[in-house]
């Protein structure tokens, strides 16, 4: 047994290069489990600027003078940051509040449809069956509420950090958009000067890293205005806010689509009830989430992933259990990372030299 234990370690710890990848991923995986909270305006400042810095060098390839493009790039993020925080973050407000007013209204008409089920389908269901879901519903919907009220009083303190946030974050940007080489350089210092196997996993997780924040950002746009004039078409009641929702699902893989699906038929319901509008309204909306799984992500993500999808889901709930919505946003790549240092481990080769 011991001999079996030897031979393993030799195998996979005899090359210096991975003892280092692995203190650095387990030093980074202690960093954000310990002080995640606090490193969350660093991280959201990281995924503006890899997106930002992509558009910046492309302007830069078309002989824009680099502090131009940079004013630019940082101008229009401001521009758009500004009109979120002012206009569009009031409208997604006012909505919400007004959801939750109307959410008595739309529980008493879905417990009144409920109870005539059993006479419209009484070899199915009958009323003691429908009393059951709905207590159980009412139960759900009272715990629900208790954990936001619980949310909403444990954050009101975090409102004066969420202030500091956003002055902060855009400074943030900022500089990692003027001296993104800077910052780079300072970070490598820290490293060893011999590392090929640590360039190697670097290089294929920024390129990996970068496609997947353009495409995201991209498929957020897309999905949510998309879904945004379906709804204005519709004259759907809450169409900015269920957009915005829908927008965000798409960060999480297959697990957000099936949660936002229940408040946009529930609203659907409550306004239409079943006829004409209701269907086409769901099936529209049905339509936009097939484009988006088969023909959008295939082609914003063909050249960033190639995971199973039983690994994303599994990544998904793993990461996002450990650290929440950037878990959840990094789940991808957090597991290309993965599939890339297993290949990159210098074990195989040495395993297969003896």
């Not at 920024?206 to 945004?228: A, M, P």
């Not at 699906?261 to 319901?269: L, Q």
């Not at 914003?300 to 959840?328: E, Q």
């Not at 993965?338 to 290949?343: E, I």
């Amino acid at each position: 047994m011991l001999g079996i234990l030897k031979g393993w370690s030799k195998r996979n710890f005899s090359d210096s290069q991975a003892i280092v990848l692995l203190m650095l991923l387990a030093g980074s995986v202690l960093l954000v489990m310990t002080m995640g909270k606090i490193l969350a305006p660093v991280i959201a400042s990281v995924v503006i600027a890899y997106l930002l810095l992509w558009v910046a060098n492309r302007l830069v390839k078309l002989h824009v003078p680099r502090l131009v493009a940079v004013f630019f790039v940082y101008s229009a993020f401001l521009g758009l940051f500004l009109v979120a925080i002012l206009f569009l973050f009031p409208i997604i407000w006012q909505q919400l509040l007004r959801l939750f007013q109307e959410l008595p209204t739309m529980i008493t008409g879905v417990q009144q449809f409920l109870y005539l089920l059993p006479e419209k389908f009484p070899q199915f269901l009958n009323k003691e069956t429908v009393d059951g879901w709905v207590a159980g519903f009412l139960i759900q919907l009272k715990q629900t509420g208790r954990i936001l009220f619980t949310v909403s009083l444990a954050s009101l303190p975090s409102i004066l950090a969420l202030i500091i946030y956003l002055i902060l974050v855009p400074l943030m940007v900022f500089f990692m958009l003027k001296d993104p080489k800077d910052l780079t350089q300072w970070l490598i210092s820290f490293l060893p000067p011999e590392r090929p196997l640590l360039t190697k996993v670097w290089k294929e997780m920024d390129i990996q890293i970068g496609n997947y924040i353009r495409g995201k950002f991209l498929e957020v746009l897309i999905v949510g205005i998309s879904t945004y004039i379906v709804f204005y078409f519709f004259n759907m009641h809450y169409a900015v806010l269920l957009a915005a929702l829908v927008g965000l699902s798409v960060l999480i893989p297959y697990i957000g689509v099936a949660i936002v699906t229940i408040p946009v038929v529930f609203v659907a319901f409550f306004q239409w009830g079943l006829g004409a509008e209701f269907a086409y309204c769901v099936l529209t909306y049905g339509i936009i989430q097939a484009i988006d799984g088969s023909v959008l992500v295939p082609i914003l993500f063909s050249k960033a992933v190639s995971l199973h999808p039983l690994a994303i889901i599994v990544a998904v709930l793993v990461f996002g259990g450990w650290w929440g919505f950037w878990g959840v946003f990094f789940a991808i790549p957090l597991a290309t990372l993965v599939k890339t240092v297993l290949n990159a481990w210098p074990s195989r080769d040495v395993y297969r030299a003896q």
